[in-house]
């Protein structure tokens, strides 16, 4: 099984530079909580969900 992170935010710390660049640093602080909560979700819901949908997919993988 290959390594996940717990949280995609704070796994992806470019990110943050590029927020603290386009928003401003203290639009970013204010924002954060928000991204670390998001990026937990992520993390822990939608990426498993996703996987397993993946899994159990009956039509052919598209290709692009």
């Given at each position: ?22 928003a401003?640093?203290?639009?970013t ?36």
């Amino acid at each position: 099984m290959e390594s996940r992170p717990t949280n995609y935010y704070e796994a992806t710390p470019n990110l943050r530079s590029v927020l603290d660049i386009r928003a401003g640093a203290t639009r970013t602080s204010a924002m954060e909580p928000g991204l670390i909560d998001f990026g937990s979700r992520v993390a822990e819901v939608i990426d498993p969900a996703v996987e397993i949908l993946d899994a159990t997919a009956r039509c052919p993988p598209t290709s692009l």
